[in-house]
């Protein structure tokens, strides 16, 4: 049976530390947004195109969204757990009576709702700059909660495994900006030329911006069950990884 008085403990534990640090949390990565929409939405942007008949500067939206939450969401996930281990208070919470599924619970749902109100804010400032609509908001919020939940665990597995701070931020910096980058969020991949098309499609990152794009203006290069079935499949490989490490202690008790 799950403790919920815990996991509040500790949901309310993660959300504090997250207004704590609300220049960097919040403010920082609005400001990046809007540079990224003055200089790609109104200064580039004025020159391409429509795609699929959406305005350039409305395009972006999605892969911009995707590319703070992934950045933010792990980043606060990794530190949130890599801290306790570094300064010992780790062992407060493995010998507290508290459950996997009560841990996980409350650091997802802290996640999910840091990810919930930056998306809600960048969603806003984005509407200073271009039009835009929704056109699934239900599902648009389901998938970027589930987006959320996944590179919390992502992150919560990171902040396990590195044992400094350099290794806290390899993985972010060298693989998961990059893939961001290179996922469709300023472009389609329909644009790209042969067999770069092809190859863009072992990017995993390419099936979370057009399932998030495709909730926003009903059209992706994947279809939104897959990128669904996606989300999903790589939530329940975080879990089964967390699972594993929790029962094991490996690198919790060392």
């Known amino acids: 049976m799950i403790g919920w008085r ?31 929409f003055i200089v790609f939405g109104a200064a580039i942007g004025s020159e391409m195109p429509d795609l699929g008949g959406v305005d350039y500067g409305a395009f972006i939206i999605p892969g911009l969204l995707m590319l703070t939450l992934l950045g933010e969401t792990t980043n606060n996930s990794s530190f949130g757990i890599y801290m306790p281990r570094f300064t010992g208070t780790i062992y407060e919470l493995l010998s507290a009576p508290v459950g996997v599924a009560e841990t996980l619970i409350g650091f997802v749902g802290a996640a999910a709702t840091k990810s919930l109100i930056l998306a809600a804010i960048i969603m806003l400032t984005a509407r200073l700059f271009v039009d835009y609509t929704v056109a699934h908001p239900i599902l648009a919020v389901l998938f970027i909660i589930l987006v959320a939940a996944s590179f919390s665990l992502f992150g919560f597995i990171l902040g396990i495994w590195a044992d400094n701070f350099e290794k806290l931020g390899i993985i972010p910096l060298l693989f998961l900006t990059p893939l961001t980058f290179l996922g469709g969020t300023f472009y389609s991949i329909d644009m790209l030329p042969a067999p770069w098309d092809t190859i863009a499609m072992a990017n995993p990152i390419v099936y979370l911006v057009s399932g998030l794009r495709w909730t926003f203006y009903g059209q992706s290069e994947v279809n939104i069950w897959v990128s669904f079935a996606i989300t999903l499949g790589f939530l329940a490989l975080c879990v089964a990884i967390i699972t594993f490490i929790f029962r094991t202690g490996w690198r919790l008790r060392a």
């Not at 504090?16 to 220049?23: D, H, I, K």
């Not at 949390?25 to 540079?35: D, F, G, H, K, R």
Request: glycine share 0%; net charge positive; charged share 15%.
């Open 6 to 36: 815990s996991t509040w403990a500790i949901y309310t534990r993660e959300l504090t530390r997250f207004l704590r640090t609300a220049f960097q949390s919040i403010l920082a990565p609005v400001l990046t947004t809007a540079l990224y």
